[in-house]
């Protein structure tokens, strides 16, 4: 249920190579970051610094294991 309702792309299933599925994460971990960005611009908007706050912490996680997916790819993602 939760993959179909999902923003994000499909994860591919027919990658067979480390690298390949190291870039595959980086690549969801990017677009998972440029959903959240919109909310915390809508929490603040909404007066809601606590809401912001949250997001801006998850963004700022989930930007750090990105840099961290992608040096194992050498930041070729």
Known sequence: ???ERSELSRY????TSGRDHVKG??????AFGGLIRPGI????????PATA???TEVARD?????W???AHAGGTT
Do not use: W, Y
Not at 62 to 66: C, F, V
């Open 62 to 66: 989930i930007d750090k294991l990105r």
């Open 12 to 15: 591919p299933s027919r990658i």
């Open 41 to 48: 611009v809508e929490a603040e908007e909404a007066g809601d």
């Open 53 to 55: 706050d949250i997001l």
């Open 68 to 70: 961290l997916v992608e």
């Open 1 to 3: 249920m939760a993959a």
């Open 25 to 30: 994460l980086a690549n969801a971990l990017a």
